[in-house]
C-alpha cells in the first residue's frame, strides 16, 4: 500500500466533479422548488364546471 501524492490530474476531474455535481444539485432544487410552488398554488386542478363524476 503507497501513500503517493495524488497526480495533478485527479486534483482537476476532482475540481470538474465538484463544479458539476454542484451545478446538478442546483438545478435539482430550482425544479423540486417550482413543483412545489405549483402543486401548492393549485394549478393541477380542474375547473369546477369539467369536474367528471
Known amino acids: 500500500m ?3 501524492k ?3 490530474l485527479h486534483q482537476r476531474r476532482f ?3 465538484l463544479g458539476l455535481a ?3 444539485a442546483g438545478f435539482i ?3 423540486f422548488s ?3 410552488v405549483k402543486v401548492s398554488r393549485g394549478d393541477f386542478l380542474l375547473p369546477t364546471g ?3 363524476q
Open 2 to 4: 503507497s501513500l503517493r
Open 6 to 8: 495524488p497526480h495533478e
Open 15 to 17: 475540481g470538474r466533479n
Open 22 to 24: 454542484l451545478t446538478l
Open 29 to 31: 432544487v430550482i425544479v
Open 34 to 36: 417550482l413543483t412545489v
Open 50 to 52: 369539467e369536474v367528471q
